[in-house]
Every structure is written in structure tokens, then in C-alpha cells.
């Protein structure tokens, strides 16, 4: 039973493949728009502006890290009270770090939608352009290729476009 389903599938397989021939090609179009001057200066923008923040969390990791050791190295002749002094400083620091990597993550992801929004309709455009200037039936994306020829893949030819339209 297990054997005819496969050659089943096998045989509409080979029936559906000469439908899927044609001018076929595929594009990985989220690394066509990383690649693109504006998603670079983006997030170039975004590095620069958020400086002050990730140097603050790398102080906090180093911070904690040494109260750790600290706590380690002296736990065995330290008082109950200063244990507790250090693992509330250390909480303090934790919850200071989790807040500002969430605060650095949530500008990132919402500079990042703010830069999707304007690239994203520009991008089907250009996709658009190139689907009928290189006369394709078919443009996959591709992550859902398990095999593609380099010669069909048009993702550096959106990007181009991409840089070219502003």
C-alpha cells in the first residue's frame, strides 16, 4: 500500500513537472533587501544611535559577572546579610540589563518595520520589472528550493534594481 502511494506520487510528480517547466527562477528577496544601500544605512544609523545603550549593557554584563565571581570567591566567609546585599545588587543589575536589551530590541525590530514598510512595496515592483524583462513564468523564493542552478537565482539583480530606484 505504502509503495503505490509513493509511486503515485512519483508518477504525478513526473506528469506535474513539465506544467512547472518554463522560465523559472528564484530570489532570496530578505537578503535582496538587507543588501540594499538603505537597509545598510538603516541599520549603520541604528548601530551608531544605539551606541550609549549597548555599551551600557556590555557595563551590566561585566557588572554582573564580577558580583558572580565575587560571590563565589568570598560566599564561604561572607555574612547573610552581605549575601543578600549582593544577590539584590545582582538582581538590580539583571533586571536593568533584561529592560534595556528589550528596550534595544524593540527600537531595532520597529526601525527595521519602519524600513520594511517603504522597501517592501518598492521590492514587488522591481520583482515585478524583472519577471518581464527576463520573461519568467515562475519566481520562487528561496528558502523553499532545495536546489537551485546559481544561474537562475535573481536575488543581486533585485537588489541592483532596489539601488538603482531610491
Request: hydrophobic fraction near 40%; charged fraction near 35%.
Amino acid at each position: 500500500m505504502r509503495l503505490a502511494s509513493y509511486l503515485i506520487a512519483g508518477l504525478l510528480t513526473t506528469i506535474a513537472m513539465p506544467a512547472l517547466a518554463g522560465n523559472v527562477a528564484v530570489a532570496d528577496s530578505q537578503a535582496a533587501i538587507m543588501a540594499t544601500e538603505t537597509a545598510k544605512k538603516t541599520f549603520e544609523k541604528l548601530n551608531n544611535d544605539m551606541k550609549p545603550q549597548r555599551d551600557r549593557l556590555e557595563q551590566l554584563r561585566k557588572d554582573i559577572a564580577a558580583i558572580e565571581e565575587k560571590f563565589q570567591k568570598n560566599a564561604s566567609v561572607m555574612s547573610d546579610k552581605d549575601k543578600r546585599d549582593l544577590q539584590k545588587q545582582a538582581e538590580s543589575k539583571l533586571n536593568e540589563f533584561k529592560n534595556l536589551a528589550d528596550a534595544v530590541q524593540k527600537r531595532a525590530n520597529e526601525v527595521q518595520q519602519e524600513m520594511l514598510k517603504t522597501l517592501i512595496p518598492k521590492t514587488e515592483v522591481v520583482v515585478e520589472e524583472i519577471r518581464k524583462a527576463g520573461n519568467y513564468d515562475i519566481i520562487i523564493e528561496k528558502k523553499n528550493v532545495i536546489f537551485a542552478d546559481p544561474a537562475v537565482d535573481i536575488t543581486k539583480k533585485i537588489t541592483e534594481k532596489l539601488n538603482a530606484a531610491k
